[in-house]
């Protein structure tokens, strides 16, 4: 929820979703109600696309029902299924999906997928951002679009720091390393400036373990496994180390009027790990050409898997327009779907293949083709985690304590284990 509000969920229209009889939004087969939260331009830009698909289909109403709260989404939402009054299509966050999924409130999509009218085949979309939006087998959403989280740089920062070298120039070489990362940050410290700020959430403490060589925090049959592997309660513990001595921030915690966008955008900080949507905020505040983007480093320099934000669409499982529905569905996850809705300096990365080019289509950032090379490995929250409502911010919260000196990382990752053992009723 933290890093969805974050991008920019809080300034979304507030629309609120429709309360009507039937079992979906428009209860009736030819209107397709739809809701998501977004910010004002995501908003304008779906209520374009909503134009160009009726235009392609007469016979079909879309209307859009936009909800500005994320905190307050999802459960104004399930509500609304089980009194079967939601909307036909909507988008589900990822820290949800698992809950929706064990609701049984959303329709079964692989047929669909798969039959002659879809232009979206399972096998077109990335593995790694399905996340728990598949299960034994079946889907109950698809990704939107999504975000790899990269280390967005700030060249004006490394310069006054001493630092020469471009952190995106050794990892085309193989040479951007942890060690050479860690050198850079210290250099930043020591400058008075921040090394690097991270959203305290699943894919940053993941993430650290992924790039470091370090086996996930789950086994195979979902049991949490982090707190006995010694290799990542010491990574952990030196990752945890760098936010207390202040080489890196949680920008969760920054100060109101002086948050991360601000500290990044006046060359403070050296690193800020952030998504694509990070473009519009370093063009409008000029000088665009000082920031660049790189992977996570790794031991070896050679790229790693890391976590990759996503959301989801669904359809509800009772709604009276299931043709008029899938046809939306598939149309706006379709290439030709994300390319319209992020090109042009779009806030996100295609999910789905054959649609890169609005990522490539500005030049910018220089490296923009990282993105794509990190969506393409990448993973979303581990389905242990995701699946179980709360879990992730639990965790998270418990990552805090670590990060703020209260708790050590063997303590972080025991309390991890307990929360979930104790919300999976393990």
């Known amino acids: 929820m933290r890093r969805l509000l974050a991008i920019g969920a809080a300034s979304a229209i507030a629309i609120g979703l429709a309360a009507c009889s039937g079992g979906g939004g428009g209860n009736d087969e030819n ?3 739809w809701s998501t939260w977004g910010t004002a331009e995501e908003l304008t830009r779906y209520e374009d696309f909503n134009k160009e698909f009726m235009k392609r289909h007469p016979d079909i109403n879309v209307k859009l029902q936009p909800v500005a709260d994320y905190g307050d989404y999802h459960s104004k939402l399930l509500a609304q299924l ?3 009054t939601a909307p036909d299509v909507f988008y589900v966050g990822d820290d949800k999906m698992g809950q929706f999924v064990d609701s049984g409130r959303l329709m079964p999509l692989k047929k669909l997928m798969e039959s002659k009218d879809s232009q979206t085949k399972p096998d077109d979309f990335y593995p790694g951002l399905f996340g728990v939006a598949e299960k034994e087998g079946e889907y109950y959403g698809a990704p939107n679009d999504s975000n790899p989280d990269v280390l967005w740089y700030d060249k004006a920062a490394l310069e006054a720091a001493g630092i020469t070298e471009d952190p995106a120039t050794l990892a085309e070489n193989g040479e951007w390393t942890t060690d050479k990362y ?13 090394g690097t700020m991270f959203w305290n959430y699943w894919a940053t403490h993941w993430s650290w373990l992924s790039s470091q060589g370090l086996p996930a925090p789950y086994d195979e049959s979902g049991a949490f496994t982090a707190n006995t592997d010694a290799a990542s309660v010491k990574a952990l513990d030196e990752f945890g ?3 207390q001595d202040g080489t890196f921030v949680v920008a969760d915690t920054l100060p109101e009027g002086a948050g991360a966008d601000s500290v990044f955008v006046t ?4 690193f800020f790990v952030q998504g694509r949507y990070t473009i519009g905020t370093v063009q409008t505040a000029g000088n665009p050409d000082n920031y660049d983007i790189v992977r996570w480093p790794t031991p070896d320099g050679q790229e790693a898997p890391t976590g990759v934000a996503a959301s989801y669409l669904a359809i509800n499982g009772k709604t009276d327009a299931k043709d008029a529905a899938f046809t939306f569905w598939t149309e706006f996850l379709s290439a030709e779907g994300q390319k319209f809705r992020l ?3 779009g806030n996100a990365v295609p999910s789905i293949r054959g649609a890169d080019e609005v990522v490539l289509e500005d030049g910018y950032p220089a490296h923009a083709q990282t993105f794509l090379d990190m969506r393409d490995i990448g993973f979303e929250d581990y389905a242990p985690e995701a699946r179980v409502p709360g879990l992730s911010i639990d965790i998270s919260d418990e990552f805090l304590k670590l990060y703020e000196g209260k708790a050590d990382a063997q303590a972080t990752l025991d309390a991890a284990a307990d929360l979930v053992a104790e919300k999976s009723g393990e």
């Not at 860690?182 to 008075?192: I, P, Q, S, V, W």
């Not at 060359?267 to 050296?270: L, Q, Y």
Request: charged share 25%; proline share 0%.
């Open 241 to 243: 180390g760098l936010f």
């Open 82 to 84: 089980a009194s079967n």
């Open 31 to 33: 209107t397709v109600v």
């Open 343 to 345: 090109e042009g300096g």
């Open 267 to 270: 060359d403070k900080a050296g």
């Open 182 to 194: 860690l050198e850079m940050n210290a250099k930043l410290k020591d400058a008075g400036l921040t």
